[in-house]
């Protein structure tokens, strides 16, 4: 049996010590958290049964730890020791020290909590945890001041740095990322992008739009769109080339193709431009006038209204008929019954615009049709050129045959002497008899006359086929190759040079609708047909 | 804000500001539809174009202008709180407390008007917005400084719309959560289940002693941004307390432990639930104030964004 007087020793608020005794006996004498503990450690780090003091058989006292459980006597790790006065005990937070023995008890035991569980221990977290967003410290001002910083800097200060210095702006401009790259709201129209992130190519000076010089200073050629300078500088004085060309709008979008600007004029050009010869004009498809077709008139260039018929004469001083080539049995020529097309004669450039000159070699004589032939007295071929050329060839051609054998001779005239009068009166007479004939050979294309001259009698009538009909509009043959060239043009009956079968405006306007895209039409502005720096007169 | 104050700032003077907004988009899209600028292509730098940016820039001040007055009128939360505690600690004579509590009431009642007012205009202005300004950029966008404006601008009024929702909703939520508790009462029915609970658990087993411990240490309630805004904690050792007590006490069915290990059970239980009534609490409260730490802010950076579009498009002219 073994009497033990526990003193639980607590602290005042001074930290003075209040003693508190009580007896308790037992053959042994449990230490623990547990509520059978005689020594009875209220805190969860003691175990259910942590230590016991027990008689040995000497009879001394010793403690004795149970598994697991530590205790630390005298400052050591021990499972096991016997109890002197004076000495340690540690079992979890508490402290128990072995008072000197006293009448009356085997044991005196103080007890004291010396390692209290303070807040956070206790498992308090949860109070101690933000439970507010203001409690995390969050600042709505200082994030907000942060992000506008950097918005500044990124995209006010460092692409303002560039136009500082020419030098820092090209060195910049080659960079993968560019400072001022950020404030492009497009990208460049086409050969502008080579300009790239150097925006002060265009951009000169900071805070005033991109002036004309600097559009000019690269457009050299671009025309104006009046002719007459006076008219020009009043009209367009306040006009700036960015208020069309306007850029930053991607690849395609440079050239303006909104009808607007130009009826903003147009629609009322006679009010605004007085003295003006041309019609209003508001829309292709409603507000357009005919076509003007431009002829050549002996020695100038005339605008005839295609409306006006009796004025829309070519004089081309060729004699031709489109319905004899044109026919669909086909036409006669050395190979037989040929059947031709258009393309034949007429060669699309390519620019896809206008149509290459057509020429005697190339045109009339391809398949060896129009031949120039000579037969009498000998066979040959005569050059298609001026009356003097041919004339000089047929002299040569003769002279030459005459030389080729004496017997070629015979065939001169008794009185002429000589060879050369001979070849000359040969050439005189067979191109008179064989070329210069009025529906044949020459005369066949050509209108004949008589000359003065006595060396070359005849006058051929000089030949301007019209190859521009509309010169101050662009037409693009090439965007129409789906179609029929007699679709437009009405050249199957024509038996005449002087036929004209451009396409009237009605015709256009089957296919074409006006400003605002129509069902089953195509969307045509004004530039689709006419260019604005063209220089009109 | 009740949802009858919400429904009032909606319909404020029967619908004056829906009315007017909505005639300001009307005319808007009426004149994008209508009007041809050159080019066909409309854009910011036409003369609607500029327009329209004018139109929309002003609104954009006159929305963070209420932010202004909003604080001027309310002052900011930590301002609230000092006077509250300026307030408390002060022994003022009865008259002039009285006296002052008439005025500030008063003016309370005026600025509360006005703001309601205010905030009415603020939330179809806002919105009206993402009207005027997309047909401003003609629907062109790009990585520039340009768009970075647009968006900033979307990112704003997305917040306040998520901001006039959850003040629409929420505050009804919070009083059915709460009803006549506060946050700082359930925290301490929580510390006391703990006490309560670490106690009958110092006289069980380890295991037990350890579970209770485990839940009294490791329940977290509020802590980071998005712990207080999920209002939840991933495993939390309350409720695998509560879990895990089932099986410990058929385990330790022994003497007078039964007793013992109900109650503890019961404890378990009941703050199971006040964790998840304080939890609800704060994520609501979390997610009732969380947008203005976007809307604020984003609104600043919206404002320099706005700056540096502005001065580009006429650096660059």
């Known amino acids: ?537 | 804000m009740n949802m009858m104050q919400g429904a009032t700032l909606l319909k404020y003077k029967n619908y004056r500001y829906l009315k007017a907004t909505s005639l300001l988009m009307l005319l808007a899209i009426t004149a994008y539809a209508l009007i041809r600028p050159a080019g066909g292509e409309s854009y910011g730098g036409t003369w609607l174009g500029y327009l329209l940016g004018i139109i929309s820039t002003l609104i954009m001040f006159f929305l963070m202008w209420y932010g202004i007055t909003k604080r001027r009128i309310t002052g900011s939360p930590e301002r609230r709180k000092l006077r509250t505690r300026v307030a408390r600690s002060t022994e003022m004579a009865d008259q002039a407390r009285l006296e002052r509590r008439k005025t500030r009431k008063k003016t309370r009642v005026l600025s509360g008007a006005m703001l309601q007012e205010w905030l009415s205009a603020h939330v179809y202005l806002g919105a009206s917005l993402i009207v005027l300004v997309s047909l401003h950029t003609g629907f062109h966008f790009g990585l520039n400084v340009h768009t970075l404006a647009y968006v900033l601008m979307l990112l704003v009024i997305s917040s306040g719309f998520y901001g006039l929702n959850v003040y629409l909703n929420y505050p009804r939520l919070i009083t059915l959560n709460m009803t006549e508790d506060t946050l700082d009462n359930l925290l301490l029915k929580i510390a006391e289940l703990d006490e309560l609970a670490g106690t009958r658990a110092l006289g069980l087993p380890d295991e037990v002693n350890t579970l209770i411990m485990k839940a009294r240490r490791e329940t977290r309630i509020g802590g980071t941004l998005f712990q207080q805004l999920s209002g939840d904690q991933k495993d939390c050792p309350t409720r695998i307390a509560v879990q895990q007590m089932l099986h410990l006490g058929a385990k330790y069915n022994q003497d007078d432990q039964p007793k013992i290990m109900r109650d503890l059970y019961s404890a378990l239980l009941r703050k199971e639930k006040l964790v998840l009534r304080a939890r609800t609490e704060i994520m609501l409260k979390a997610r009732l104030e969380c947008w203005l730490y976007l809307h604020a802010p984003l609104g600043i950076a919206l404002l320099a964004a706005l700056a540096a579009h502005i001065v580009s498009i006429f650096f660059y002219w």
């Open chain 1, 1 to 537: 049996m073994i009497s033990c007087l526990l003193i639980h020793v607590t602290r005042n608020p001074q930290g003075l010590p209040v003693c508190k005794n009580s007896v308790i006996t037992g053959s042994t004498i449990q230490i623990g958290r547990g509520a059978a503990c005689k020594v009875h450690l209220l805190d969860h780090r003691v175990s259910l049964l942590h230590a016991s003091v027990r008689r040995s058989e000497d009879g001394a006292l010793y403690i004795d730890g149970e598994r697991n459980a530590t205790l630390k006597i005298n400052g050591f790790i021990a499972q096991s020791a016997p109890l002197l006065p004076g000495m340690h005990v540690e079992i979890g937070p508490y402290a128990l020290v072995v008072e000197p023995a006293a009448s009356g008890h085997d044991l005196i035991l103080s007890v004291e909590l010396i390692h209290p569980l303070n807040d956070h221990d206790a498992g308090i977290a949860c109070q101690t945890a933000p439970v507010t967003l203001a409690a995390l410290g969050l600042s709505k001002r200082k994030l907000g001041f942060s992000l506008a910083a950097c918005i500044l800097f990124l995209y006010l200060l460092l692409p303002m740095l560039p136009s500082a210095s020419v030098a820092f702006d090209k060195w910049q401009a080659g960079m993968p990322v560019t400072l001022n790259g950020s404030w492009s709201p497009g990208p460049l129209a086409g050969g502008h992008a080579l300009f790239g992130a150097k925006c002060s190519t265009c951009h000169q000076r900071s805070f005033q739009a991109v002036s004309d010089e600097v559009c000019t200073g690269c457009h050299k050629q671009t025309g104006k769109h009046l002719a007459k300078e006076e008219l020009q500088e009043k009209t367009f004085k306040a006009t700036r080339c960015t208020e069309c060309h306007i850029d930053h709008k991607g690849s395609e979008r440079l050239v303006l193709h909104d009808s607007s600007t130009c009826i903003s004029c147009h629609g009322e050009i006679r009010r605004k431009v007085a003295g003006s010869e041309l019609a209003n004009v508001n829309d292709f498809a409603t507000g357009h006038p005919p076509f003007h077709i431009t002829l050549r008139n002996d020695k100038e260039l005339i605008r005839v209204r295609q409306d006006d018929k009796d004025k829309l004469i070519e004089k081309s001083g060729l004699k031709y008929s489109h319905q004899v080539h044109l026919a669909k049995g086909g036409v006669s020529s050395p190979q037989g019954d040929t059947v031709m097309r258009c393309q034949d004669c007429h060669k699309l450039e390519e620019s896809g615009l206008h149509f290459a000159p057509m020429t005697m070699k190339k045109t009339c004589q391809q398949s060896d049709c129009h031949a120039l032939d000579l037969t009498e007295p000998a066979e040959g071929l005569a050059p298609h050129g001026s009356e003097l050329a041919v004339m000089n060839h047929l002299r040569v051609f003769y002279s030459k045959w005459l030389n080729d054998s004496p017997e070629n001779r015979a065939a001169c005239d008794p009185d002429v002497q000589g060879i050369t009068a001979c070849a000359d009166d040969l050439a005189r007479k067979n191109a008179a008899t064989t070329l210069f004939r009025k529906n044949k050979e020459c005369g066949e294309c050509h209108e004949i006359g008589p000359a003065a001259d006595n060396d070359v009698p005849w006058k051929i009538a000089p030949v301007r086929i019209n190859r521009d009909w509309q010169p101050d509009a662009a037409f693009a043959h090439a965007k129409h190759e789906a179609m029929s060239c007699t679709d437009c043009h009405d050249k199957m009956n024509s038996r005449t040079s002087a036929d004209i079968s451009m396409p009237t405006i009605a015709k256009c306007r089957e296919c074409h609708a006006g400003n605002h895209p129509a069902k089953g039409k195509i969307a045509s502005g004004c530039d689709s047909c006419h260019r604005f720096h063209q220089g009109v007169k």
